[in-house]
Each structure stands twice: as C-alpha cells, then as structure tokens.
C-alpha cells in the first residue's frame, strides 16, 4: 500500500519472522480511525497513543499512527512489544536489520526483552517532517507483557490505547484497560459480547462496537505456512490480499473492533416499522403473517432480525447479538441478556428431554441456556425439548432491549 510504503524507509528492509500473530490491515486501521474523525476531527489532537504488544517491525499500528503522527497532532506515540521468548510463537524469530544494524542491539535481549518505541515531536533526522524515520527505540527491562509494572506504566502515561490484543487475554486486557479509565479502541472476536466480563461494559455505556462491525470483513495477515482455511484464504484473496512473499492471508468474519471512542455510526436512529406493518410486510417468513411470540421463560418478546424491531413495542424484546452493531444509545436501552448468569430468566425449567432434528433423545438442562418458545406441536426436522406434557423451541443467545422514550 502506497501509504504504508512511504513512511516505512527505515524498516523497509526487515525480513518477516513467523509466528501465531494475526497482523491487522492498513485498510481496517484507516477505516476504523477515519470514523473517530469524522465525529471528532480532535480525537487524537495533543494526545499521546499507547501500542502496546504492537512491534512497528511487523505491524500496521504503529507505522499507520507514525505516519498520521502530525497530520493527527499527536503528542507522542508508545509501541511496546513481546519478547521472542516469553511468546509461544517466538521459536522461529529473527532479528531485523532494523534492529541488528542498531549500536544498541544486544543479542540476549532481543529474544529475552521487549522493546519500547517512541516518537515524539521531534525532527531527528532533520528531514523536516515527524514521522517513523525519527522512532527511537530501546529495550525494555522486562518481556513486554501488557500486564507488567513497566508497561502498565505506560498505560498510566497514555490517553488512548489502540492495538489489536491476543483474543485468549480480551477479557484481561479489557479489564487492564478499564481499570485505568482509559479510552481504547481493540479488535476482538464478536463472540466477546456474550462475555460476562465484557456484557456489563456494554449495558452501561463504557464499551461499544466500533464502526467496522461485523458486516465488514476483515483481513489479517499471517505467516507463511500457517493453516489457514482455504475458503477464508479465497475470501481474502477476493478482498484483495492475495499470499505475497512474507504473508499468507486469512479471513476473520467474527472479528471487530470494541472501542470507547465515539463514532456517528453510534447515533445514527434504526429505520423501523411498527408492529403491525411488520407482521403484514416484513421480509422475513418468521414474523411475516406471524407476528411475535412471546417468550416461556423471560419476559419479552422474540424478534429474530434486527430490522424486524417493531418500533411502537413499548416492553422488553430479545433481539440477535448483531443488533449490537447498529445500537443507538439515544434510541434504544440495553435491560439485559439472556445468559444464564446474568439471571434475567422468569423460570428454570427441571431436566428436559431433547429431541434432535433425526429423532434421537437426550436428557439434557439446554433450555435454560436461552430463551424458549412453545410450541402447539413438534416441529418437523428440528431440534426441540420436552418439558411435562410441553414442546418447546429455543432461540440463540438474546440481547434485552427496550426502547429510551418508554424507559
């Protein structure tokens, strides 16, 4: 990307290592960043950025803020990154002449320490711009783990931290992030929201989607030799990034960003019908002629698609986990979830006996794991449950809404 290639001279020579990391994209970075402009063209103005476990020698972050370093107005710029030894994917690392051609490499600590990268509104090589030509850069005295004192200490220093974190440590580093009150904006797996360490951020406001939700794909490079499934490589390839000489590339479609930094996407009102119009003209055969059922053992209604919300209901309604992409505070209220730990459910029903789609029978307790419907009589080629003399039918995994002007 041309971008990316313009201000990236001084590593331009680093050879690619392989490791497990999914390297995000230039695009996905823009874009998301773009969005935070465009509702505040100030967002990053006189702020100093934190990277960490982002290492400018590989990744994206790093060079894309490097590059935008004046254009943003930013005070100063921090990437930290993870020692070769202390990460599982470290057996295959190699120093880059980045760092090998530096007086101040060390051949022990590049694989036993992290590194510390900064840039400051300073012209080191005199060229008459701030960008990633002037990083200066040392090692750190630890490994590089978010989770210690010296870079904790840096997330202290920060006003905004950027970075797209391993997804087995999202909820640690969330907490890490929330614990400092600071604003953020990661990439995670979709599935986070069902998180119980997570969903409480969300009901209250102090985390929401970003704007690239989960109707925008997104790429991640990977190393060469890394499996990959060859569908997500063809969808990525389709996108535009086809394998190259350092990267294979894959297809995240459950992947977006968390963020806590406003965007316009976040107050833009759904578009709704009413009850009535969508039971008589919605496009979808479930409320079609059908309408909306109520729920067995929580109190609201199920309405299966977002845009199938009706927009006169005044009382709770379960709707997918994607509504959480198009959610407008300041049109809608988040009252709770339907997972069994958040204890929203009006009734837990005793063992059930399911009955799988080819007929065959379990005694199982799933029905409290959701939201359940009854039903007049089984449904053919379908999972159901039998509770007493009772059919039942569960939904996904619900997010509980009502709407703000009823609240």
């Given at each position: 990307m ?11 020579a ?17 874009r ?11 967002v990053?103005?006189?702020k100093v ?7 400018p ?9 490097a ?18 030894d202390?990460?599982p994917?470290?057996?295959n ?13 060390d051949?022990t ?7 510390k990268?900064?840039?400051e ?13 002037d990083?200066?850069?040392e090692?750190?005295q630890?490994?590089g783990d978010?989770r ?13 931290i950027?970075t ?8 640690t ?7 400092a009150?600071?604003?953020f904006?990661?990439?995670?797996n979709?599935n986070?929201v ?12 102090l ?14 490079g990977v ?14 390839e ?5 394998s ?13 960003w968390f ?10 009102p759904?578009q709704l ?22 729920y ?11 845009d ?14 994607s ?6 505070p ?8 339907s997972?069994?730990?958040f204890?929203?459910?009006?009734k ?6 399911q009955v ?23 449904p053919?080629g379908?999972t ?6 009772d059919?039942?039918v ?6 509980l ?7």
């Amino acid at each position: 990307m041309t971008t990316e290639a313009a201000g990236n001279s001084s590593l331009g020579a680093a050879r690619s290592a392989k490791n497990d990391e999914f390297y995000t994209q230039w695009g996905d970075i823009q874009r998301e960043m773009n969005a935070y402009l465009e509702y505040d063209p100030d967002v990053f103005r006189d702020k100093v950025i934190l990277l960490p476990c982002d290492d400018p020698e590989w990744s994206n972050f790093s060079k894309f803020f490097a590059l935008h370093f004046m254009g943003y107005g930013l005070k100063k710029l921090i990437s930290t990154s993870y020692a070769p030894d202390s990460n599982p994917a470290g057996a295959n690392y190699a120093p880059t002449l980045f760092e090998v051609d530096d007086p101040k490499y060390d051949s022990t600590k590049t694989r036993v320490n992290g590194k510390k990268f900064v840039l400051e509104s300073k012209d080191i090589n005199g060229d008459g711009v701030v960008n990633i030509d002037d990083l200066q850069w040392e090692y750190l005295q630890g490994d590089g783990d978010f989770r210690s004192a010296e870079v904790t200490a840096l997330r202290d220093e920060a006003d905004i931290i950027i970075t797209n974190p391993p997804f087995s440590l999202f909820r640690t580093f969330v907490a890490w992030l929330v614990e400092a009150d600071k604003k953020f904006s990661i990439i995670g797996n979709g599935n986070a929201v069902t998180y119980k360490e997570i969903f409480p951020l969300i009901q209250t406001n102090l985390l929401w989607k970003g704007a690239t939700g989960n109707a925008t794909d997104m790429v991640f490079g990977v190393p060469k030799g890394a499996p990959v499934k060859e569908s997500d490589r063809l969808k990525a390839e389709r996108l535009g990034y086809p394998s190259d000489d350092d990267y294979d590339y894959t297809r995240l479609g459950n992947s977006n960003w968390f963020t806590n930094l406003d965007h316009g996407r976040r107050h833009e009102p759904l578009q709704l019908m009413t009850m009535a119009d969508n039971t008589k003209y919605s496009k979808h055969k479930e409320i079609k002629g059908v309408g909306y059922e109520k729920y067995d053992n929580f109190d609201a209604i199920e309405v299966p698609y977002t845009d199938g919300i009706p927009s006169d209901y005044d009382r709770v309604m379960g709707v997918p986990k994607s509504f959480l992409d198009k959610f407008n505070p300041d049109q809608f209220e988040i009252v709770g979830t339907s997972q069994r730990w958040f204890g929203a459910a009006t009734k837990i029903y005793p063992k059930q006996t399911q009955v799988s789609a080819s007929g065959a029978q379990s005694a199982v307790t799933k029905l409290n794991d959701q939201p359940a419907l009854k039903v007049d009589q089984p449904p053919a080629g379908k999972t159901y449950y039998i509770v007493g003399d009772d059919d039942f039918v569960a939904t996904y995994a619900r997010i509980l809404i009502r709407r703000k002007d009823v609240s």
